[in-house]
């Protein structure tokens, strides 16, 4: 696997995996994105953003695995990053079997 992980900090892969749980039902909401755009700063969260719309489904899960080995969390940090995820997932009103689905996989990838 070439260089996955991109060397993104925790911000940037925060923003990739919160684009991954938007898109978690094969469509991702003015409200989701709102709501991503609203925890990131703006330039950052376009750079990863267009990185995000070139990659497909399955390639999201395989970089947010190999940038995730990189980076040491705190039981603080997690639980923040679980009530970002959260928050997007409910942007729309809805968590639907793929947004659960996609939960359960970013459960075992983040711990």
């Not at 469509?27 to 703006?42: G, Q």
């Amino acid at each position: 696997m070439k260089n996955n992980h991109k060397n993104w900090t925790k911000e940037e892969l925060k923003i990739y995996i919160l684009l991954a749980c938007a898109k978690a039902d094969d469509e991702i909401s003015p409200e989701e994105i709102e709501v991503i755009k609203l925890k990131t700063p703006p330039e950052l969260f376009d750079k990863i953003y267009d990185e995000f719309k070139e990659d497909k489904k399955k390639k999201h899960l395989k970089k947010i695995e190999s940038a995730i080995r990189f980076h040491r969390y705190g039981s603080i940090e997690l639980m923040e990053l679980r009530n970002d995820i959260y928050k997007v997932y409910m942007a729309d009103n809805l968590f639907c079997k793929k947004e659960k689905y996609l939960d359960n996989i970013l459960n075992n990838i983040i711990y």
